[in-house]
C-alpha cells in the first residue's frame, strides 16, 4: 500500500471473470491507491510429475492458477491502468514468470508451459498498450526461497542458495524507479548456482522414482 504495509488482498483471490467482480477489484485496488501499479504474482506446481503421469485436473488447476488468472487479472485493471497511464505518463504491470519458461523444466512441464504464457502475455499486452503509458515487464526468477520452493530442501537445496524474496522487491523498487520513456521488458533473477541446483533436483528425482529399465 502507499504507507508500505501490506494489502490484504484475501478477499480479492476470486478470479476476477464478471462484471460484479471487475467492479469490485476497481472499488478495492482504487481505495487503496493502487491504480498504476499492477504485480501479477499468482503461482503454484507440484513437481516431479511427468507428462504421462499428469492428471488432467492437476494441469487444470496451474493453468488456470499461473496463466488465466493473470490474464484475467490484466484485463480486470485495463481501465485503471490506462486512466493512470494518461494522466501520469506511466503505469506498470509486472508479471511474475519463471526461468522454467525459458528451457523446460522436467517434472514441471505444466509450470513451465503456463509461464512460458504468460512471457506471451506479457508481450503481447505491451504491444497494444505500448501507446497507452503502461508499461509491462516480464519478472522471471530462478529457484527463490518461498514455501513454494520448500520441497527442494529434501534434495538437499537449501534456502540460502536460492534468490531471496528480498531480492524481487529490489527488482520491483527500480521499475517504480525508472522514467516515463524506459521500456524494461524483462529482468531475469537467477541464483548463483542456478546450473548445479537444476543437476541436484534431476538427480534426486531420478533417484527417487528410477527410469524403468527395457530388456532388448
Request: one cysteine or more.
Amino acid at each position: 500500500s502507499p504507507e508500505g504495509m501490506p494489502l490484504d488482498l484475501s478477499r480479492l483471490l476470486h478470479v476476477p471473470a464478471t462484471d460484479s467482480d471487475k467492479a469490485r477489484w476497481n472499488s478495492e485496488f482504487q481505495a487503496h491507491g493502487l491504480d498504476r501499479v499492477l504485480v501479477n504474482s499468482a503461482a503454484d506446481g507440484t513437481a516431479g510429475l511427468q507428462i504421462a503421469d499428469l492428471p488432467t485436473d492437476v494441469l487444470d488447476h496451474n493453468l488456470d492458477v499461473n496463466l488465466r488468472a493473470q490474464f484475467l487479472t490484466l484485463r480486470a485493471s485495463l481501465p485503471m491502468l490506462k486512466q493512470a497511464g494518461a494522466e501520469h505518463g506511466k503505469a506498470l504491470v509486472v508479471n511474475v514468470s519463471s526461468m522454467a519458461a525459458k528451457g523446460g523444466a522436467p517434472g514441471l512441464s505444466f509450470y513451465a508451459a503456463a509461464k512460458a504464457g504468460v512471457n506471451a502475455l506479457t508481450q503481447s499486452a505491451q504491444i497494444e498498450l505500448r501507446d497507452a503509458g503502461v508499461q509491462l515487464t516480464i519478472l522471471s526468477p530462478g529457484f527463490t526461497a518461498t514455501p513454494m520452493a520448500s520441497w527442494a530442501r529434501a534434495a538437499g537445496v537449501e534456502p540460502e542458495e536460492m534468490v531471496q524474496p528480498s531480492d524481487l522487491g529490489e527488482a520491483l523498487r527500480f521499475l517504480l524507479r525508472t522514467s516515463t520513456t524506459c521500456l524494461v521488458r524483462e529482468i531475469e533473477l537467477v541464483p548463483r548456482a542456478q546450473d548445479d541446483i537444476i543437476r541436484r533436483l534431476v538427480a534426486w528425482r531420478q533417484a527417487e522414482r528410477p527410469v524403468p529399465r527395457v530388456e532388448r
